[in-house]
């Protein structure tokens, strides 16, 4: 009980409808912005008929469950239940004959049960994993038939108390099936939350490492964003406690992340050598074996599998010997009375091997093509990172026949201009923010050749509440070369008022080459001295009674700078007009609007009359004190 670190658990009503689960990753970074944690304890003390837990690979769904059945044992929670039924999907594809819950339950309690019947007991089934079971298709589709017989033992358990877990994609399309229970609960798991990272690398980390640890989170915007899902967390305290020297750029991107995990898996599991990681990749087999890994990701990722048999790996490796046990490992054996069936030991280490083959087997043409593998398009372009501190540098040679290019790049700003064409703006503003994702990830300068593509547009950058750290980081990254090469933002657009830090730098990066600039909201930000003239300057803080030193300080420099138009929508309460008008007039603006206790001025001469001392008793009114 003192191993469990408490998890994140939120509300999952709202969580994407259809989401699969190559998108995950990038639905959970935006959930991670705003969400309400419900505590384990109110959670679980009342008991449901039906509890539903999704979350993403690795986030610590079956530690939840396992959490769960220690304290029903201890008599915590669920006291009502006399008796939990534990399943793993993973097991229950072994036995597909099994028909009804008495089956299920004889063959893997026999020893508890023995002739009783469950019906005279109040009971409760715990089933883990629902992504991993060989069936789902059928068990969601309704079907009075059932091929296999252990889809209708899972439909049976419907009609008792139950809880399953699964990844979101899953849980999702179960919720459609799963209504004969009104008291019904849906929730989400987050992962760790700060306290939960620090006591997890108080209790797993050598003391003399705990400080390198915590300094590369805290450095890396990557490593912080995804240090809350344990798989990624207790991977990256591994890898960083048995380095003699981290670099500061090992989890610089998300590509790195995963190829730092990837060889760290391949080193320590898989080949269980003390050599260095150059040292193994200089292995021609090594090479192949990593190929060989690749391919077989790749080749079911496109089929849309995560379970697969002998056969499946024999149709792309044609060598494979069950016998030998040399892919074992990264994709895990699991016997059956029918034979072995096979899957990835995680889903995460099987995406990013189907960007590696993506990289070093296919053509942008092919990779752009292929709808299902857009959602590995910035890994792919990350692998063309060519920084020699990196160790991707090692999974992109295994191929040397096959060179991927950057053209996938201009393939995206294409699809984006045919989407805006199409006035499909959804598809556009999609394949605009891949790109910048794209950009970041393969941490590429503005070449001639992508000059010539990014000059096809105008760029634009919006600050809100709905843009993640990663986002934002990827975005920080291109401003600054977009910048840098002399080129000019089309629009700086914020809507926050609350800034982390690197907001607070994409903001200064972009104030110092943008032409319109709108403000929806006070902002407070130290060491902001724009220099650069803007064209247009729109100010909306009708919503927010500022005082007139936080305008004084937060828009006059932009408003001195605002050369033709500029839009201003004010607090009816502020007591601070004659000074705004004032600081307008002797501005260089030409064109103005302006908004204030249901009174608009529309130009200078308006302006001029509005401050004269005959109108200043109409205008002055106190602020309200609440």
Not at 287 to 293: G, S, T
Not at 401 to 414: G, I, P, R, V, W
Not at 429 to 448: A, H
Request: aromatic share 14%.
């Amino acid at each position: 009980m003192h191993k469990f670190v408490d998890l994140c658990i939120v509300d999952a009503v709202t969580t994407q409808t259809d989401a699969v689960y190559r998108v995950e990753r990038k639905k959970f970074l935006e959930k991670q912005l705003c969400y309400t944690p419900i505590p384990y304890s109110e959670i679980f003390m009342k008991e449901k008929s039906v509890t539903l837990i999704s979350g993403i690979a690795g986030i610590g769904k079956t530690w939840l469950l396992r959490k769960c059945l220690l304290d029903w044992s201890n008599d915590l929670i669920w006291k009502n239940v006399k008796l939990v039924f534990y399943f793993e999907c993973r097991r229950l594809n072994q036995y597909q004959n099994i028909s009804n819950i008495n089956e299920l339950l004889n063959f893997f309690y026999k020893d508890i049960i023995n002739d009783f019947s469950i019906s005279n007991h109040p009971a409760l089934f715990i089933i883990d994993g629902l992504d991993e079971f060989k069936y789902l298709n059928e068990l969601i589709s309704h079907s009075s038939s059932y091929n296999y017989p252990i889809v209708n033992a899972l439909t049976e358990i419907q009609k008792y108390k139950y809880v399953i877990a699964g990844r979101v994609y899953a849980i999702d399309q179960y919720q459609s099936i799963s209504t004969e229970h009104s008291d019904k609960l849906t929730i989400q798991i987050m992962g760790f939350n700060e306290n939960g990272i620090n006591n997890y690398i108080e209790n797993n980390v050598l003391e003399e490492r705990k400080v390198v640890v915590k300094a590369t989170l805290k450095e890396s915007p990557i490593a912080k964003a995804m240090s809350s899902v344990p798989f990624y967390l207790s991977s990256m305290c591994k890898i960083i406690s048995d380095s003699k020297n981290v670099d500061k750029n090992s989890f610089l991107t998300m590509t790195d992340l995963y190829a730092n995990i990837f060889l760290y898996f391949l080193q320590k599991h898989i080949i269980k050598s003390n050599e260095l990681i150059y040292q193994i990749m200089e292995n021609d087999s090594n090479k192949k074996y990593v190929l060989n890994i690749c391919k077989i990701a790749y080749q079911l990722f496109v089929e849309n599998k995560v379970i697969f048999s002998k056969e499946d790996i024999k149709t792309f490796i044609n060598d494979f010997d069950e016998s030998k046990d040399n892919f074992f490992g990264f994709i895990e054996r699991i016997e059956t009375n029918l034979g072995y069936y096979y899957q990835f030991a995680h889903l995460t280490i099987m995406e990013f091997c189907v960007s590696v083959y993506a990289y070093n087997c296919l053509s942008s043409e092919e990779i752009i093509a292929d709808k299902r593998l857009m959602s590995c398009l910035s890994m792919i372009c990350g692998l063309t990172n060519e920084s020699q501190n990196s160790l991707l540098k090692f999974l992109v040679n295994l191929n040397p026949s096959k060179h991927f290019s950057e053209e996938s790049l201009d393939c995206l700003l294409k699809l984006s201009r045919q989407s805006h064409d199409k006035k499909n703006y959804h598809f556009e503003t999609y394949y605009v923010n891949l790109f910048i994702e794209c950009f970041y990830e393969s941490q590429s300068s503005l070449t001639d050749e992508i000059k010539l593509i990014v000059d096809e547009r105008e760029w634009k950058i919006s600050i809100n509440n709905g843009k993640t750290s990663y986002e934002t980081s990827c975005e920080n990254y291109f401003v600054n070369h977009y910048i840098k090469s002399g080129r000019k933002l089309s629009r700086l657009r914020v809507d926050k008022n609350i800034l982390s830090d690197e907001e607070k730098n994409l903001i200064i990066q972009c104030s110092t080459n943008v032409r319109n600039v709108d403000f929806f909201c006070p902002i407070k930000l130290e060491g902001l001295k724009p220099k650069d003239k803007i064209e247009k300057l729109f100010i909306n803080i009708s919503r927010y009674l500022i005082t007139k030193k936080d305008f004084e300080e937060n828009f006059l420099p932009w408003i001195n700078l605002c050369e033709q138009k500029n839009f201003l929508l004010l607090h009816d309460d502020i007591d601070f007009i004659e000074e705004i008008c004032e600081w307008i007039r002797c501005s260089n603006v030409k064109w103005l609007w302006i908004k204030y206790r249901e009174k608009y001025i529309h130009n200078l001469d308006e302006l001029k009359n509005f401050i004269t001392p005959k109108n200043k008793h109409k205008t002055r009114k106190k602020c309200l004190i609440f």
